[in-house]
T-cell receptor, first 115, second 114 residues
C-alpha cells in the first residue's frame, strides 16, 4: 500500500485559468476528504465523499470549485476561473468507516500558485 | 460546533529539553482529538490520537498527550527534544456526528536549537 497520492505536486497557473487536481486514496478507504491550507494556517475542510457520494461541502467551496469521485475511487478537484486568493496547498485525505473511522491519512498535497 | 486553540505559534527549545505544545478544544459532544506533524512542503502525518479510551496517549517518535476533560486540553509533550522534531504541529478535533471531518488549530512551529 503506497498511501494517499496527489497529482500534481505543484501547479502554477495564471489568473482566470482552470485547474484540476487528482487524489488517489488508500485502496480500501471509502471516505475521501479535501482540505485547503493557506500559508501559516491549519488545514480547512472543503468537502468529503463516502464512496461516490459527496455528502458535505463547506461554505469555503464557492461555485467555482467542483469535486467528483466517480466510482468511489480517485477524486478530482477542479477550480474554474482561478483567483489569486485560491493560492494554497490542497490536501486530500482518506479514511475507512468502521472501528477506525476517525483516522485520516493525508497525501503530500498539491501546491497551487495563481499569478 | 467544534474548535481548537493552539497557544503559541512558535516554540523554541534546546535539544534534549522538554517539549510542550498546548492545545485546548471546544466541543459540545465527546471529541476525538489528534496531533499531526507537518514537515516543509509535505502532507500531515498522524502523531497520536485520543478516541475515548485511555486518557494518556502515546504516539510515534516519543510523543505523548494527555486528555483532560476538566481543562478541555490535549497538550503534546516529549521528554527530550531532537533536532529532527523541528516541524509544524497541528492539533485537530472531530466528532462522530461530523463524519470525522477534522477541525484544525492554526499550528505551532517547533524550533530545536543546539
Amino acid at each position: 500500500d503506497t498511501g494517499v497520492s496527489q497529482d500534481p505536486r505543484h501547479k502554477i497557473t495564471k489568473r482566470g485559468q482552470n485547474v484540476t487536481f487528482r487524489c488517489d486514496p488508500i485502496s480500501e478507504h471509502n471516505r475521501l476528504y479535501w482540505y485547503r491550507q493557506t500559508l501559516g494556517q491549519g488545514p480547512e475542510f472543503l468537502t468529503y465523499f463516502q464512496n461516490e457520494a459527496q455528502l458535505e461541502k463547506s461554505r469555503l467551496l464557492s461555485d467555482r470549485f467542483s469535486a467528483e469521485r466517480p466510482k468511489g475511487s480517485f477524486s478530482t478537484l477542479e477550480i474554474q476561473r482561478t483567483e489569486q486568493g485560491d493560492s494554497a496547498m490542497y490536501l486530500c485525505a482518506s479514511s475507512t468507516t468502521g472501528t477506525s473511522d476517525y483516522e485520516q491519512y493525508f497525501g503530500p498535497g498539491t501546491r497551487l500558485t495563481v499569478t | 460546533a467544534q474548535s481548537v486553540t493552539q497557544l503559541g505559534s512558535h516554540v523554541s527549545v534546546s535539544e534534549g529539553a522538554l517539549v510542550l505544545l498546548r492545545c485546548n478544544y471546544s466541543s459540545s459532544v465527546p471529541p476525538y482529538l489528534f496531533w499531526y506533524v507537518q514537515y516543509p512542503n509535505q502532507g500531515l502525518q498522524l502523531l497520536l490520537k485520543y478516541t475515548s479510551a485511555a486518557t494518556l496517549v502515546k504516539g510515534i517518535n516519543g510523543f505523548e498527550a494527555e486528555f483532560k476533560k476538566s481543562e478541555t486540553s490535549f497538550h503534546l509533550t516529549k521528554p527530550s527534544a531532537h533536532m529532527s522534531d523541528a516541524a509544524e504541529y497541528f492539533c485537530a478535533v472531530s466528532t462522530t456526528g461530523t463524519a470525522s471531518k477534522l477541525t484544525f488549530g492554526t499550528g505551532t512551529r517547533l524550533q530545536v536549537t543546539l
